[in-house]
């Protein structure tokens, strides 16, 4: 968010860092970056680990083969994935924790507070950024995976520990023996003190409600506020939580969970503000997802549904699950923030790929699921909504003109009404942290060490250039000449052409 200086020295812009395939045996050399930008909170968007062991390729299944959906191309072949044991999970989120740059990111950095608030206070203070966010198939514990997954509430309680940088530490919590007995030491509406909150300043995992998702098994989804109008109030030896600007689950009151449990809250008082904040909603594309069908079944075998009835209807084939569905749509009408970023494991615009979800992922393949996020996010009337994505070892800027189906229904209703106006919903994919189709889309170490890697790094950037010739996709961010502006250079890109990135 940038700022009006308040002085002749322009103050630096806040910051939040969002990131997504990661595997923890390669080189990690982002982090030093990412921590030379003193973001107020890193958010991952899925696949911080690869805790599936990959075995192979299933040659066997490539061909044209007729199904009940018509007729289907598989190419290229699909993987073979050996799901993940709860224990290989917490051993390669252990090995993350311990990649250096991580760590040190973790520790946090000084920050100028005259940078931070214009001023001409020079006093330093130790921010720690918060770390936040959801799970792909990778980190899940399963390529491809979905509710069958046989220990998704124990992958879930392992991110979450991760989340708070827990994996090697001796902690207080509640078994999943305990949590699925409803053992009084385990009640929601108590907060315990762990060993969270002294590295958190205050967050406490015990208390946190994605944690208590996942004791339930619902998934991994949450909501976080950033207000950027705070002004850093140092304390505890001159250390802070997010910049400072983090604001506490309780005082944001947007999670419905949080509501539920506060009693007699007056919904009219904001406690931030509405011009300088962020929500960061993150979604679980994996606890309750449909299992993949086979072929084309996926475009006339789902039920109908609408996010805008008073009890949600979910589609046949879907991602998140009603009880997700539920929360997303309560979440997104208690949010007042300027901006409100959604962050989803796949792609939610694209939709380039012929073949089913086997093969390659998309929010596209299930398109009444799709339709259904589209609707909820434009007929909430949130303000500034961002769509983030991870998965596909690539960034990309992604753009669909959107109108809001309640709108399209009063057209259809009255037609003599003017046609409702389009907003654009942009979509930005950051992939590829330790592994991408510039140097080698695979995750797999070997294919990044001799004598491999010549040959995987010479066949990805092959494909990828051969890609951006015979289909560019430059149509995903067309820059729109101004009134009175007259065409502009390279450095500015052309109206009506992709902008220079």
Not at 87 to 99: H, K, P, S
Not at 180 to 198: A, K, Q
Not at 301 to 327: H, K, M, R, Y
Request: glycine letters at 8%; aromatic letters at 10%; a negative charge.
């Amino acid at each position: 968010l940038p700022r009006s200086p308040s002085s002749q020295t322009m103050p630096q812009p806040y910051r939040l860092a969002f990131g997504s395939c990661s595997h923890p045996a390669l080189p990690q050399p982002l982090w030093p970056i990412i921590s030379s930008r003193k973001p107020s909170a890193f958010i991952w968007g899925g696949d911080a680990i690869y805790a599936d062991r990959y075995a192979g390729l299933n040659w066997t299944d490539v061909g044209l083969h007729h199904t009940e959906g018509g007729w289907m191309i598989t190419f290229p072949p699909p993987s073979v994935h050996l799901d993940a044991t709860p224990a290989v999970i917490r051993g390669w989120y252990e090995r993350q924790l311990e990649v250096e740059g991580y760590r040190q990111f973790l520790e946090g950095f000084d920050v100028n507070m005259s940078d931070i608030d214009g001023g001409g206070v020079t006093e330093m203070v130790h921010s720690k950024p918060l770390i936040f966010g959801t799970i792909d198939d990778h980190d899940y514990g399963q390529n491809n995976g979905d509710f069958t997954y046989q220990f998704k509430k124990e992958s879930n309680l392992a991110f979450i520990d991760f989340m708070y940088g827990e994996m090697a530490q001796d902690r207080k919590e509640c078994s999943l023996q305990e949590a699925d007995e409803r053992d009084s030491s385990c009640g929601s509406n108590e907060v315990y003190e762990d060993s969270s909150i002294h590295r958190n300043r205050g967050r406490s995992k015990l208390s946190d409600p994605m944690y208590q998702r996942s004791l339930e098994g619902k998934g991994v989804y949450g909501v976080q506020l950033f207000d950027f109008s705070r002004k850093i109030n140092a304390d505890d030896g001159n250390n802070v939580l997010g910049g400072g600007h983090w604001v506490p689950e309780t005082e944001a009151m947007i999670d419905p969970d949080v509501i539920d449990k506060v009693p007699s809250t007056n919904d009219a008082i904001v406690n931030y503000s509405t011009t300088h904040s962020v929500a960061v909603f993150v979604l679980d594309v994996r606890s309750n997802k449909t299992p993949w069908p086979k072929g084309k079944q996926h475009l006339n075998n789902a039920a109908p549904g609408s996010s805008n009835s008073e009890s949600i209807q979910v589609p046949a084939l879907d991602f998140l699950g009603a009880d997700q569905w539920t929360w997303f749509q309560s979440a997104l009408a208690n949010s007042h923030a300027r901006v409100n970023i959604i962050v989803s494991g796949l792609q939610v615009h694209t939709d380039r790929f012929p073949n089913d979800g086997n093969v390659v992922e998309e929010w596209s393949k299930f398109p009444e699921s799709r339709d259904m996020l589209y609707d909820m996010i434009l007929n909430s009337g949130v303000r500034s909504p961002l769509l983030i994505s991870g998965d596909v070892h690539m960034s990309q800027f992604l753009r669909k003109d959107c109108i809001k189906s309640i709108d399209v229904q009063e057209l259809n209703n009255d037609k003599t009404k003017p046609h409702p106006p389009k907003r654009s919903l942009i979509e930005v994919t950051t992939s590829g942290m330790t592994h991408s189709w510039g140097t080698s889309f695979s995750s797999q170490p070997k294919h990044h060490t001799w004598p491999l890697w010549p040959y995987s790094y010479l066949v990805s950037r092959t494909f990828m250039t051969m890609c951006h010739f015979v289909c560019p996709w430059n149509e995903i961010i067309i820059r729109r000449l101004g009134q009175g502006e007259a065409m502009v250079g390279r450095g500015n890109g052309l109206a009506g052409k992709q902008y220079y990135l």
